[in-house]
């Protein structure tokens, strides 16, 4: 550690001859952080998909107001749930501790725009408008709204052209469209965003669900939420709901729900991967870029290192160098790779309704992976000058 503190010391004693010999050719420093600018985007734009993919997907089962989640053994993601028999519910109301259990159904549909008439794929949510399902208080306070037949709340960030008609609700009036051959009544609206599966999602009663969806049975729900008595140990009463209930079914606490899907996304969903690798990507080519830089210089002055060696500057002097070139690049070219995906974040999220938003410790994360990057690309560039031998031009 002291030998590293006294490396950055003489950095800052010397002569900036890193500096120096990056300005000295405008066109190669120009390219250079052109190329690590675009490795640093394409990097900020893999881990902000890859973000809005893990946040879009559990933005609903973050919300779930339950202690306990019971799904379908065959479940694997939230798009992809699977029924079960309700009787499951009336068995675990019989389990010490529960206090209640409550139905969920889940399921997507073709509704039409009411502006544009066209048709989009949107989540529909039915719960028992006597008891909330979401931790969201603009649903909870409109409940009594969808106890009528065949009436909805819309979610007004989802992604599309709904601007009149959310006017219109907020303006206290009713707009109706179709879902299938039914129509329906939006009478509110909530705020929760899109996600990769659906441009946006409404929420009703569980008797207006099965309307909208009559090949589903009352009796085969997607979800069941248990809420637990004062006092009752969440974990405790998971192992005793998964040893009375049968194997048809899988009991969650709500956190464990959380990481089910999150787990499915990452380990599971070829999208998450894609994501992952495309940030592998940018760090390689970000990589090869410097490296190309790096080497070029010092091969472009190898008569200059050798000199220096002539003269008795250790190895270590002309490694300062280097090194002190691939800071510079790492951050001129990191500055602008912010910038632009900042705005890039702005377009994509009004563009597509996803939540994409640059949180300081990914800002962070991607500066110190750039400072590996160019770090590396130095180490590797910094074998050329073992061929700065004195002896070869003296």
Not at 35 to 55: E, H, N, R, S, V
Not at 138 to 144: A, H, P, R, S
Not at 352 to 360: D, F, G, H, K, V
Request: glycine content about 8%.
């Amino acid at each position: 550690m002291l030998g590293l503190i006294k490396t950055f010391k003489n950095l800052g004693d010397r002569t900036p001859l890193g500096l120096k010999q990056l300005k000295h050719d405008p066109m190669r420093l120009l390219t250079a952080i052109a190329g690590i600018t675009f490795a640093d985007i394409l990097i900020f734009m893999q881990l902000g998909f890859a973000d809005a993919l893990y946040k879009s997907n559990t933005q609903y089962s973050r919300a779930i107001q339950a202690d306990l989640v019971i799904l379908s053994t065959q479940a694997k993601n939230f798009n992809q749930l699977r029924t079960f028999p309700r009787r499951r519910l009336w068995q675990a109301q019989d389990i010490p501790g529960v206090a209640s259990a409550e139905p969920l159904y889940l399921g997507s549909v073709q509704w039409r725009n009411p502006e544009t008439r066209q048709k989009t794929s949107m989540l529909v949510i039915g719960q028992n408008p006597n008891r909330p399902a979401l931790d969201l208080p603009e649903v909870n306070q409109q409940l009594d709204a969808i106890r009528l037949p065949n009436t909805v709340l819309f979610d007004q960030a989802s992604r599309g052209t709904y601007q009149e008609m959310i006017d219109q609700i907020k303006a206290g009036e009713t707009v109706t469209t179709e879902i299938g051959r039914r129509t329906v009544t939006v009478t509110g609206l909530f705020t929760v965003g899109a996600s990769f599966a659906d441009d946006g999602a409404l929420i009703t009663s569980d008797q207006s669900f099965l309307r909208l969806f009559p090949r589903q049975e009352a009796g085969a729900v997607t979800m069941g939420l248990i809420n637990l008595e004062p006092g009752t140990d969440p974990e405790q009463a998971r192992i005793d709901l998964a040893a009375r209930l049968p194997d048809d079914v899988q009991v969650l606490t709500k956190q464990g729900y959380v990481e089910f899907e999150l787990n499915d996304i990452q380990s599971e969903s070829p999208v998450g991967f894609v994501f992952g690798l495309g940030s592998v990507m940018g760090f390689i080519v970000g990589v090869v870029i410097v490296y190309q830089v790096l080497s070029t210089d010092v091969n472009s002055h190898l008569g200059e290192y050798a000199t220096f060696r002539a003269m008795g500057y250790r190895n270590s002097y002309l490694l300062g160098i280097v090194v002190e070139e691939a800071i510079i690049l790492s951050v001129l070219g990191f500055v602008p790779g912010l910038v632009i995906a900042l705005g890039a974040y702005q377009l994509t999220a009004a563009a597509t309704a996803l939540p994409l938003a640059m949180p300081a410790s990914r800002a962070i994360t991607v500066l110190a992976l750039t400072f590996v990057m160019c770090g590396a690309s130095g180490a590797i560039a910094t074998r050329r000058l073992q061929a700065a031998d004195p002896a070869d031009i003296f």
